[in-house]
């Protein structure tokens, strides 16, 4: 069993800074860090390691050289193998063109399973892992949170998804994407001690357009489909709001406001 | 000029994707539109009075979680008809529908969509990004049509047109299989469902200490206890109760927000409430500039007074239920 996890660096959203005249955001220098998710799968895909050990686990992630450190940790943490997209002609790409590039790189690598979070905390569209299923024509199911066990039998795998209004069960012909939720308990494993300065660089590869031979107006700003006009902070009407402190007064305040309002209660 | 719409009915919220409907009216005007709703799994009603057509799967329907041929289909279907714009709601299969059938248009798509806008020929799509701290304002590029997911009640719809859809059947059984089988499904409690709730009770990452708190303010004014997504992600919560671009669009006549900074992720959830009551340590947090009382304090203190005030109430109008 060959599992691929797609990770995404998400910027620190404390700490972000924008190219307002391009209208990008600038990922090169803001911190970043794993998309908590995306993190979740990867978990997750370690935890199957740990059931059947002859599973390969690699990463693979479109990023700038930044997350290199993050990505050595990874392997660190237990991951086989490590493939960094990096060029700077990505930069400013939409979702259409990172799946475009995700997928072209997915291509060479074998898998059985694709691994990665339903949702990312910058973006939050959802939408590159569907979209790299499309291009590979294979299934992906999104919010899955937990895989039935055993999980795999005879080329299907047995999932689980939490949707609005149910829960439901799947099985789903491999290969497939699996787009998991977030859940607290799954975390990544600490990095041992013995582990913390080792040399990875042998388990990790950075490719970049040379490789991947996408022409220049096929990919960043101009290769992307969907262009950000603007961006605004101030988003929502303000109202003139009563201000008052917890003390008998204020309790007051909204004690006859809830009245006033037609709140009753019960 | 005749402008044509695409709505996919989720059958798992076909009313909310109706709605969507509201969205078509704000690009292209009610003149000159036409509308089609796409139901494949055959489940629609409500619809016939408000689209032109309905499209359905017959004699094989395909239900939401066969995204992939969904995708085809839509593909097969603008190829048919041209689409000036195709709207999916943000539903759990919305959201998978809409990303594969983009790529089969090799269109853009704007995902969960929470205001619509012409400026002069174009049209100008906004939608929360960098975890809420901004809105961005979006235009598509390309020829293929405006596509975007847009929450469930994010847009309303108003229009008193009453229309008689015609049928149009479609036969998918030529299409690749999905290849995703339903084996099981549970289905949720639904008294959970905050977004039919009048009055809610919602905590943040400022409430974590104690979220049973909330519940008892909640019962004590009849309403239910909601939250942010930090409360959720730190397990304080479940998802299913979750206000946000990431959660729930709801419509509360009082939303009672503690320890909520109020990022615009959250703030997008919160359109159509329609009065907030926030408590925050801090009196500069967002939600401060939407809320109509701002209480600066702490959260526990303040529930425990509210709570003392509403119960010496009740004992002094003897158990009564009204207010004095």
């Not at chain 1, 005249?21 to 794993?34: G, Q, T, Y």
């Not at chain 2, 719809?157 to 299409?175: E, H, Y």
Request: with cysteine; hydrophobic share 40%.
């Amino acid at each position: 069993m060959r599992i691929l996890c797609l990770v995404k660096m998400v910027p620190d959203v404390d700490n972000l800074r924008y190219d307002r005249e391009r209208n990008i955001l600038v990922r090169d220098d803001a911190s970043l860090l794993i998309n908590p998710e995306d993190a979740c799968a990867v978990a997750v895909a370690l935890a199957l390691r740990q059931d059947s050990p002859d599973t390969e686990i690699e990463v693979v992630s479109m990023a700038p050289r930044g997350a290199i450190p993050h990505l050595e940790d990874l392997i660190r943490r237990g991951i086989g193998r490590v493939t960094l997209i990096t060029d700077p002609l990505f930069s400013g790409s939409d979702t259409w063109v990172t799946s475009n590039i995700l997928a072209r790189s997915i291509q060479s690598i074998p898998y059985d399973l694709i691994f990665t979070g339903t949702n990312s905390l910058d973006g939050g569209t959802a939408q590159v892992p569907a979209q790299i299923a499309e291009l590979l024509g294979i299934p992906y199911l999104s919010n899955v949170n937990a895989l039935k066990n055993p999980a795999i039998t005879d080329r299907t795998v047995m999932v689980e998804v939490e949707e609005e209004q149910s829960v439901l069960q799947f099985s789903v012909y491999l290969p497939a994407i699996l787009g998991f939720q977030y859940t607290p308990k799954r975390k990544l494993p600490y990095i041992r001690f013995e582990e913390l300065n080792r040399d990875v660089s042998s388990q990790l590869s950075i490719i970049g357009n040379e490789v991947l031979g996408f022409s220049a107006n096929e990919v960043g700003l101009k290769g992307s489909l969907t262009q950000v006009k603007r961006l605004d902070t101030d988003i929502l009407y303000q109202k003139q709001a009563i201000r008052v402190s917890v003390d008998d007064q204020g309790i007051e305040t909204v004690y006859q406001f809830l009245k006033q309002k037609g709140v009753h209660p019960c | 000029m005749l402008k044509q719409v695409l709505v996919y009915i989720d059958e798992d919220a076909v009313q909310d994707s109706i709605d969507l409907v509201e969205a078509a009216r704000l690009m292209f005007g009610d003149r000159d539109l036409i509308t089609y709703a796409l139901a494949p799994a055959g489940q629609y009603a409500g619809a016939e009075t408000v689209f032109d057509y309905i499209i359905t799967s017959e004699p094989a329907p395909v239900a939401h979680y066969e995204a992939g041929k969904i995708a085809r289909l839509i593909e097969h279907l603008h190829h048919q008809y041209r689409f000036d714009a195709i709207l999916i709601p943000s539903t759990t299969f919305g959201r998978i529908i809409a990303p594969r059938a983009a790529i089969r248009l090799r269109t853009g798509l704007v995902a969960d969509v929470t205001e619509v806008r012409t400026e002069g020929d174009e049209i100008l799509l906004v939608r929360p990004a960098f975890s809420g701290r901004l809105l961005a304002t979006v235009v598509c590029r390309g020829s293929g049509p405006i596509m975007m997911s847009v929450r469930p009640r994010t847009f309303v719809k108003t229009g008193a047109t009453v229309k008689q859809a015609k049928l149009i059947f479609c036969d998918t059984r030529n299409l690749p299989d999905s290849g995703i089988r339903l084996t099981g499904r549970t289905e949720r409690h639904q008294e959970q469902d905050i977004r039919e709730s009048e009055v809610l009770v919602a905590g943040g990452g400022g409430a974590m200490k104690d979220f049973p708190l909330l519940e008892r303010l909640a019962s004590l004014l009849g309403g239910k206890v909601a939250a942010s997504r930090k409360a959720v992600d730190h397990g304080k919560a479940s998802r299913e109760i979750q206000v946000g671009q990431s959660g729930k669009m709801v419509g509360p006549k009082v939303y009672i927000a503690l320890g909520i900074s109020g990022s615009s992720q959250h703030m997008a959830g919160l359109k159509r409430a329609k009065h907030i009551i926030s408590v925050n340590i801090d009196p500069h947090a967002p939600i401060c500039s939407m809320s109509d009382i701002v209480v600066q304090g702490d959260y526990k203190v303040f529930a425990e007074a509210l709570i003392k005030r509403i119960e010496a109430q009740r004992t002094q109008t003897n158990g009564g239920l009204s207010w004095k």
